[in-house]
């Protein structure tokens, strides 16, 4: 600016607004009209400047004015406060030197002021740039609709087999649609202590589900489903999404899914290499021409394409068939896992960002978690988690006979998929000693009456139809429950299933419990109900978790011995 348009504001120089105060010796902001304003002329120049200084000089010589003279001033106009005294007008106000501590403070300041500011702006651009990353595709309702921090969260991990991305036209099946190649269900517990990652075996024979799949223009269409088939053809087949898979997964397991994400073969390629190889052991030599994998036997840190064909290889290993390939997929993510939570990665800045880019460019994920906060909100809860307590397991097959496929083997899955619905961890989780203590758990232990004198009024309330007649039939014929009734639906629904009964019945309580396999939390002291005959009797009101008379509601302890599992902490080598 000029000396003319310098600060223009009212046409106020702020040179001018310093003044000195000749009681107190210092320059001071003067708010008020300036001599212009006021009508007073101001000594701008050379010459009125050196004049201002002169009177400021005899003022100071002179000292401080008498308190007459004071007096007689404020008379003559209002008295301003010590700190605002007007002092000749004219001289330009000198600032007060900074210490150069202070100098130096305020320039850190604003230089860290600029550079948290460029780094906010820059994170928020990463921020996007992650986002455009992501890949989305809608979950069609077969989903929960979200995870949640204060429950157990399930996600189908998908691996397809969809020939997609730089260098994978070479492994053949160009033109395929891709299959779940690869299932794991992964269940985290609600008090995040224990994981169970569940692989689903591609060639099982399984019934798909009809399916509502979002088209590409916003439209819905059922695709139908389709009986004893293989489990991979939930994807990629017939026009099935990920969601065909979810559906799939929940029919099979019982186990409700909150989210997907699909991995193609870039995904191993490109997160193996983020975090600088991945670490397996093999008990033998491999060379196997069809996964292109040749390695000596022994340890190694593969990445890449030799990563890829590790996970793909099965014909040089075990039985040469998918199920030996699980265990080496298994081997492959327990290490992936232990090396994502080394603090050589996690204090890695330039891994740190490596995996992020991988991540959100090789995943396809449901639309409920298209967004780089929620991802790292589900990464965080999974990651609670340690990995001593991750369980990589297998859903429990026998052979059909010809090799090429498998069947469900019952006895084994159902127990399986019972603890983990009910949050037991495959492996030993040290107890809370509130639990230990629990009330529910002392409901359970006392003396118990015998079978003939327990007397129960049966409600369905929300068990499967005709799960009440079928109960009553079963503890009068096979338990010897001889006093129970069957009273139709209840006047409520229950997602639990639960026993009413009076203090003085507690050794029925017990006993009945201990019949149907109760649980200590279905137990509920309080008040029984008059029966058909005018005595008291117990009212156990069967929930949406009742799964069939004699079917225990508590879950087992301990998974069946033939269920094939590994902790993820462990190294195994493959043979």
Same mark, same amino acid.
């Given at each position: 600016?000029?000396?003319?348009?310098?600060?223009?504001?009212?046409?106020?120089?702020?040179?001018?607004?310093?003044?000195?105060?000749?009681?107190?010796?210092?320059?001071?902001?003067?708010?008020?009209?300036?001599?212009?304003?006021?009508?007073?002329?101001?000594?701008?120049?050379?010459?009125?400047?050196?004049?201002?200084?002169?009177?400021?000089?005899?003022?100071?010589?002179?000292?401080?004015?008498?308190?007459?003279?004071?007096?007689?001033?404020?008379?003559?106009?209002?008295?301003?406060?010590?700190?605002?005294?007007?002092?000749?007008?004219?001289?330009?106000?000198?600032?007060?030197?900074?210490?150069?501590?202070?100098?130096?403070?305020?320039?850190?300041?604003?230089?860290?002021?600029?550079?948290?500011?460029?780094?906010?702006?820059?994170?928020?651009?990463?921020? +996007?740039?992650?986002?455009?990353?992501?890949?989305?595709?809608?979950?069609?309702?077969?989903?929960?609709?979200?995870?949640?921090?204060?429950?157990?969260?399930?996600?189908?991990?998908?691996?397809?087999?969809?020939?997609?991305?730089?260098?994978?036209?070479?492994?053949?099946?160009?033109?395929?649609?891709?299959?779940?190649?690869?299932?794991?269900?992964?269940?985290?517990?609600?008090?995040?202590?224990?994981?169970?990652?569940?692989?689903?075996?591609?060639?099982?024979?399984?019934?798909?589900?009809?399916?509502?799949?979002?088209?590409?223009?916003?439209?819905?269409?059922?695709?139908?489903?389709?009986?004893?088939?293989?489990?991979?053809?939930?994807?990629? +087949?017939?026009?099935?999404?990920?969601?065909?898979?979810?559906?799939?997964?929940?029919?099979?397991?019982?186990?409700?899914?909150?989210?997907?994400?699909?991995?193609?073969?870039?995904?191993?390629?490109?997160?193996?290499?983020?975090?600088?190889?991945?670490?397996?052991?093999?008990?033998?030599?491999?060379?196997?021409?069809?996964?292109?994998?040749?390695?000596?036997?022994?340890?190694?840190?593969?990445?890449?394409?030799?990563?890829?064909?590790?996970?793909?290889?099965?014909?040089?290993?075990?039985?040469?068939?998918?199920?030996?390939?699980?265990?080496?997929?298994?081997?492959?993510?327990?290490?992936?896992?232990?090396?994502?939570?080394?603090?050589?990665?996690?204090?890695?800045?330039?891994?740190?960002?490596?995996?992020?880019?991988?991540?959100?460019?090789?995943?396809?994920?449901?639309?409920?978690?298209?967004?780089?906060?929620?991802?790292?909100?589900?990464?965080?809860?999974?990651?609670?988690?340690?990995?001593?307590?991750?369980?990589?397991?297998?859903?429990?097959?026998?052979?059909?006979?010809?090799?090429?496929?498998?069947?469900?083997?019952?006895?084994?899955?159902?127990?399986?998929?019972?603890?983990?619905?009910?949050?037991?961890?495959?492996?030993?989780?040290?107890?809370?000693?509130?639990?230990?203590?629990?009330?529910?758990?002392?409901?359970?232990?006392?003396?118990?009456?015998?079978?003939?004198?327990?007397?129960?009024?049966?409600?369905?309330?929300?068990?499967?139809?005709?799960?009440?007649? +079928?109960?009553?039939?079963?503890?009068?014929?096979?338990?010897?429950?001889?006093?129970?009734?069957?009273?139709?639906?209840?006047?409520?629904?229950?997602?639990?299933?639960?026993?009413?009964?009076?203090?003085?019945?507690?050794? +029925?309580?017990?006993?009945?419990?201990?019949?149907?396999?109760?649980?200590?939390?279905?137990?509920?002291?309080?008040?029984?109900?008059?029966?058909?005959?005018?005595?008291?009797?117990?009212?156990?009101?069967?929930?949406?978790?009742?799964?069939?008379?004699?079917?225990?509601?508590?879950?087992?302890?301990?998974?069946?011995?033939?269920?094939?599992?590994?902790?993820?902490?462990?190294?195994?080598?493959?043979?």
């Amino acid at each position: 600016m000029d000396a003319q348009g310098r600060g223009r504001a009212d046409d106020i120089d702020p040179a001018d607004q310093w003044v000195l105060n000749p009681h107190t010796g210092d320059y001071e902001l003067r708010l008020g009209p300036s001599p212009e304003q006021s009508g007073v002329p101001s000594p701008r120049g050379t010459e009125g400047r050196a004049a201002g200084r002169r009177a400021a000089r005899a003022e100071e010589a002179a000292g401080p004015p008498s308190r007459a003279a004071r007096e007689g001033a404020g008379s003559r106009r209002r008295r301003a406060p010590q700190d605002e005294q007007p002092a000749p007008a004219g001289r330009r106000k000198q600032k007060p030197k900074k210490s150069r501590a202070k100098k130096v403070l305020l320039w850190s300041v604003g230089t860290l002021a600029f550079v948290l500011f460029a780094a906010a702006a820059a994170g928020y651009l990463y921020y +996007q740039h992650l986002n455009d990353n992501i890949t989305a595709i809608p979950d069609d309702g077969a989903g929960t609709g979200g995870f949640s921090k204060d429950r157990a969260i399930n996600v189908l991990l998908i691996g397809t087999d969809k020939r997609t991305g730089k260098g994978n036209a070479g492994y053949g099946d160009s033109g395929s649609a891709g299959h779940a190649d690869t299932t794991i269900l992964l269940h985290v517990s609600k008090d995040r202590t224990n994981a169970t990652a569940l692989s689903i075996p591609r060639d099982m024979i399984t019934d798909i589900p009809d399916c509502p799949t979002t088209q590409e223009d916003g439209s819905t269409k059922v695709i139908p489903g389709t009986s004893e088939t293989r489990f991979n053809e939930s994807l990629g +087949q017939s026009g099935r999404s990920p969601s065909c898979a979810m559906r799939t997964a929940t029919e099979i397991t019982g186990l409700e899914i909150d989210h997907f994400m699909v991995a193609d073969f870039n995904a191993v390629k490109s997160l193996s290499s983020a975090v600088g190889g991945v670490d397996i052991c093999l008990a033998k030599d491999i060379d196997d021409p069809k996964s292109h994998l040749k390695l000596d036997k022994g340890k190694h840190t593969i990445e890449g394409e030799e990563a890829l064909a590790f996970v793909r290889t099965r014909h040089s290993v075990g039985f040469g068939g998918d199920l030996s390939r699980i265990e080496l997929q298994q081997q492959f993510l327990s290490s992936l896992m232990r090396k994502l939570k080394s603090n050589d990665t996690l204090t890695s800045p330039t891994k740190m960002f490596k995996l992020a880019e991988a991540g959100t460019k090789a995943l396809t994920v449901d639309s409920k978690i298209s967004d780089i906060g929620k991802l790292r909100d589900l990464g965080t809860e999974i990651g609670k988690v340690d990995t001593k307590n991750l369980s990589f397991a297998t859903t429990p097959v026998v052979d059909n006979t010809d090799g090429a496929t498998v069947l469900l083997k019952e006895s084994a899955a159902k127990p399986l998929f019972e603890m983990m619905r009910a949050d037991v961890s495959l492996t030993e989780v040290k107890k809370k000693e509130k639990e230990e203590k629990s009330q529910q758990d002392a409901l359970l232990k006392g003396p118990k009456s015998k079978a003939s004198e327990v007397r129960v009024d049966l409600y369905n309330g929300g068990a499967p139809a005709g799960s009440a007649s +079928q109960t009553l039939t079963w503890l009068q014929n096979q338990e010897g429950v001889l006093k129970s009734s069957q009273l139709g639906n209840a006047d409520r629904s229950l997602d639990k299933t639960l026993l009413e009964y009076d203090p003085d019945q507690a050794d +029925q309580a017990r006993k009945l419990a201990e019949i149907m396999g109760l649980p200590g939390s279905a137990l509920k002291p309080g008040k029984s109900e008059e029966n058909a005959q005018g005595l008291p009797a117990m009212k156990l009101t069967l929930g949406k978790d009742f799964k069939g008379a004699g079917v225990p509601l508590t879950p087992p302890k301990k998974a069946p011995d033939d269920v094939q599992r590994v902790e993820a902490d462990k190294t195994v080598c493959a043979k």
